[in-house]
Nanobody, 121 residues
Framework: VQLVESGGGSVQPGKSLRLSCVTSGFTLDMWDIGWFRQAPGKERERVSCISADGTAHYPESLKDRFTISRDNVKSTLYLQIDSLKPEDTAIYYC????????????????WGQGTQVTFSS
């Protein structure tokens, strides 16, 4: 399994950003897969997840600005972040595992290298 994120960068307030995660080694619509982020000095947190059946999951605090989607033909997962805020500054990772599920507390074992998102004033 390989996961390669891209699309990060320095973004001005209120702007949008779309992150990509190119996947290989498994079938994207057969496993649940999520986006996580880790800000400096903070624990890694999950920001969105999409189940194998296509159901999207978000923390309540992010559901209005974050959108997860996937392109099964391109084997690519996306994360759209709208109205960027300073607290969105973090390294963003995609992660999955055959035994990882959006519902519950399971943790994925396969992680990408991450892509940095920085809020620029």
């Amino acid at each position: 399994v390989q996961l390669v994120e891209s699309g990060g960068g320095s973004v001005q307030p209120g702007k949008s950003l779309r992150l990509s995660c190119v996947t290989s080694g498994f079938t994207l619509d057969m496993w649940d897969i999520g986006w996580f982020r880790q800000a400096p000095g903070k624990e890694r947190e999950r920001v969105s997840c999409i189940s194998a059946d296509g159901t999207a999951h978000y923390p309540e605090s992010l559901k209005d600005r974050f959108t997860i989607s996937r392109d099964n033909v391109k084997s690519t997962l996306y994360l759209q972040i709208d109205s960027l805020k300073p607290e969105d500054t973090a390294i963003y990772y995609c992660a999955t595992d055959i035994n990882f599920f959006c519902l519950g507390n399971s943790r994925p074992n396969y992680w990408g290298q991450g892509t940095q998102v920085t809020f620029s004033s």
